[in-house]
């Protein structure tokens, strides 16, 4: 078996290993056991949610996933697609007076669609934690599981304005990092890939938690989807 061979033949292993609980099927993901986040045309595709509204109360209620997957995530899947679609009509009417303002668009709408997608699934509704090689890589980078819990919670909370918490899957230093992320696209490293990602917009959590975001963060630490974590490491590993 050759290295493309393998790839792809553990890429397969991974996308029927990295489903979540319920209702999610192969279909969301592609081949290479990435979220499948684009339609065959290219554009981009709002899944539904991998479980019931009402699945992570009372960590998180109901309303507010409802709102937050359909208007703001779904909010993102349209403007993503209107930038592309602007940007193909300025090249193809090769006037790019303004393709500028679409390509930092696009960067902004997309990276939210990555990143929602992803939250969604590394979600669950009981304590669980992190195991296995998941475990080691933590233990390795950070030390421990506690103190990677300590720091990506520090990371989270302190977010000027809206934004996320990450834990990433670095391949050029073949490490785990946590990223602060402003909006969706700001202060990444190039080449990371999120594995785990906490929204701290205040669209996440305003309604339960009013002006509480560190609640908000400590509950949301409460109902990791470690495993899911752990299948979006195999994956990240094996892609590079
Ligand atoms: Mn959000």
């Given at each position: 078996?050759?290295?493309?061979?393998?790839?792809?033949?553990?890429?397969?292993?991974?996308?029927?290993?990295?489903?979540?609980?319920?209702?999610?099927?192969?279909?969301?993901?592609?081949?290479?056991?990435?979220?499948?986040?684009?339609?065959?045309?290219?554009?981009?595709?709002?899944?539904?949610?991998?479980?019931?509204?009402?699945?992570?109360?009372?960590?998180m209620?109901?309303e507010?996933?409802?709102?937050?997957?359909?208007?703001?995530?779904?909010?993102?899947?349209?403007?993503?697609?209107?930038?592309?679609?602007?940007?193909?009509?300025?090249?193809?009417?090769?006037?790019?007076?303004?393709?500028?303002?679409?390509?930092?668009?696009?960067?902004?709408?997309?990276?939210?669609?990555?990143?929602?997608?992803?939250?969604?699934?590394?979600?669950?509704?009981?304590?669980?934690?992190?195991t296995?090689?998941?475990?080691?890589?933590?233990?390795?980078?950070?030390?421990?599981?506690?103190k990677?819990?300590?720091?990506?919670?520090?990371?989270?909370?302190?977010?000027?304005?809206?934004?996320?918490?990450?834990?990433g899957?670095?391949?050029?230093?073949?490490?785990?990092?946590?990223?602060?992320?402003?909006?969706?696209?700001?202060?990444?490293?190039?080449?990371?890939?999120?594995?785990?990602?906490?929204?701290?917009?205040?669209?996440?959590?305003?309604?339960?938690?009013?002006?509480?975001?560190?609640?908000?963060?400590?509950?949301?630490?409460?109902?990791?989807?470690?495993?899911?974590?752990?299948?979006?490491?195999?994956?990240?590993?094996?892609?590079?």
């Amino acid at each position: 078996m050759n290295r493309k061979q393998f790839l792809s033949a553990s890429a397969i292993l991974s996308a029927s290993a990295i489903l979540p609980n319920q209702s999610v099927v192969a279909q969301n993901y592609s081949a290479n056991g990435l979220d499948k986040l684009t339609d065959a045309k290219g554009d981009f595709l709002h899944l539904p949610l991998p479980y019931n509204k009402n699945f992570l109360e009372p960590y998180m209620d109901e309303e507010t996933v409802y709102l937050h997957h359909t208007f703001h995530h779904g909010g993102a899947v349209k403007g993503a697609n209107k930038d592309l679609q602007m940007i193909r009509k300025a090249m193809d009417e090769n006037n790019l007076e303004t393709v500028d303002y679409w390509t930092k668009k696009l960067s902004y709408h997309f990276s939210s669609h990555v990143l929602h997608t992803i939250f969604w699934t590394n979600l669950t509704n009981k304590k669980n934690e992190p195991t296995g090689e998941l475990l080691k890589r933590i233990e390795k980078d950070f030390g421990s599981y506690d103190k990677l819990k300590a720091y990506l919670s520090k990371t989270s909370k302190d977010v000027d304005g809206n934004g996320w918490g990450i834990l990433g899957y670095q391949p050029y230093s073949d490490k785990l990092v946590i990223l602060q992320c402003e909006n969706h696209e700001k202060l990444t490293q190039w080449g990371v890939i999120p594995i785990l990602v906490i929204d701290v917009w205040e669209h996440s959590y305003y309604l339960k938690y009013k002006n509480k975001r560190n609640d908000f963060v400590d509950a949301m630490l409460n109902i990791i989807n470690w495993d899911n974590v752990a299948e979006r490491l195999n994956v990240a590993t094996k892609l590079v």
